[in-house]
């Protein structure tokens, strides 16, 4: 199985006040048990988003990482449960950039989500 650091998106998990689940798509770095990820310059209908407004309410969250293929013997995933916050992190938009190239060129304007990783979680179709 590959590094699940080097997949270029993952999948967040958030809950909100009503108890249902959020799921969204991220670009994702990792930096020790510290996953980071930013809100960028995609189109948005708001820069005030629905998974910054869950964290704040409920920082548990989960990140899927995932990897399909018609050879079903290559198929895997990674789910690592964590605590969010919201924060002001330079280092963590620079290790974002350094991973995707967009980024490079247009720096995400954040904010940005810290997930600590508490619990991982992995299965793999091939044997380890």
């Given amino acids: 199985m590959p590094s ?15 108890g249902h689940p959020h799921v969204v798509p991220i670009c994702f770095v990792v930096d020790g048990d510290t996953l980071y990820t930013a809100v960028d310059e ?9 998974r910054l407004s869950n ?17 079903w013997s290559r198929l895997w995933w990674v789910r690592w449960r964590g605590t969010a916050r919201i924060v002001d992190d330079a280092r963590a938009l620079e290790l974002l950039a ?21 619990k991982r979680t992995e299965w793999t179709s091939s044997p380890s």
Avoid: W
């Avoid at 699940?4 to 909100?16: M, N």
């Avoid at 350094?98 to 508490?118: D, F, N, W």
């Fill in 4 to 18: 699940p650091e080097e997949a270029r998106v993952a999948r967040l998990a958030t809950v909100g006040p009503d």
């Fill in 42 to 50: 995609k189109p948005k209908q708001t820069r005030r988003l629905k």
């Fill in 55 to 71: 964290i704040e309410t409920n920082a548990r969250v989960e990140v899927l990482i995932d990897h399909y293929d018609e050879d």
């Fill in 98 to 118: 350094a991973k995707y190239p967009q980024y490079a060129r247009l720096p995400p304007s954040g904010p940005v989500i810290a997930m600590t990783i508490e």
